[in-house]
T-cell receptor, first 113, second 118 residues
């Protein structure tokens, strides 16, 4: 089983739609969670951290369920500019004090006019 | 502010040739990461450094790959000899706060070096 798995996509949604991405991780000791966004042929950039209590940033809501080892990202009122690949990121503790950062394979979103 | 700077942006080379990719992290960042991205395998961590010291190189594919960080402002990833399966986008990223804590630092990526090995 892969360490971080995501919906394969692609997701094609009309403008204004609400879309949700899921991510599961295999290591229950994982500590920190993030969503990164990667535009076509560009570098990944941090979209938002994911906190245990859930958090919201404008149209974006991230949630974490540690018991199910599951992370989600909800995008409301989709814009054309939201079209990108969304990467789920998990950190795992190692024997040293440095965590291992693992990127999921990403889910592609296309918002259609 | 200057971000992470990578060079070259694009490189096309023939199998067997040596390839050197370069990275200048954001000034003041003490962590540096090398990632490789392909359609098949996604984004894979190759190696990362803290204060110029390699911490984890378990992701380096094989002995043909090597990475160095001679000082805080420069790192190289070398492939010798290169093979067609090394074709990928290689990203360098840096961070100023990464040690295990509840606030793992954000990774700032360069624009990547797109390598094609014929």
């Amino acid at each position: 089983r892969k360490e971080v798995e995501q919906d394969p996509g692609p997701f094609n949604v009309p403008e204004g739609a609400t879309v949700a991405f899921n991510c599961t991780y295999s290591n229950s000791a994982s500590q920190s969670f993030f969503w990164y966004r990667q535009d076509c042929r560009k570098e990944p950039k941090l979209l938002m951290s994911v906190y245990s209590s859930g958090n919201e940033d404008g149209r974006f809501t991230a949630q974490l369920n540690r018991a199910s080892q599951y992370i989600s990202l909800l995008i409301r009122d989709s814009k054309l500019s939201d079209s990108a690949t969304y990467l789920c990121v998990v950190t795992q503790p190692k024997r040293s004090s440095y965590d291992k950062v693992i990127f999921g394979p990403g889910t592609s979103l296309s918002v259609i006019p | 502010d200057a971000g992470v700077i990578q060079s070259p942006r694009h490189e096309v080379t023939e199998m067997g040739q040596e390839v050197t990719l370069r990275c200048k992290p954001i000034s003041g960042h003490d962590y540096l990461f090398w990632y490789r991205q392909t359609m098949m395998r996604g984004l894979e961590l190759l190696i990362y450094f803290n204060n110029n010291v390699p911490i984890d190189d378990s992701g380096m594919p094989e002995d043909r790959f090597s990475a160095k960080m001679p000082n805080a402002s420069f790192s190289t990833l070398k492939i010798q000899p290169s093979e067609p399966r090394d074709s990928a986008v290689y990203f360098c990223a840096s961070s100023s706060r990464y040690r295990r804590s509840s606030n793992t630092g954000e990774l700032f990526f360069g624009e990547g070096s797109r390598l094609t090995v014929l």
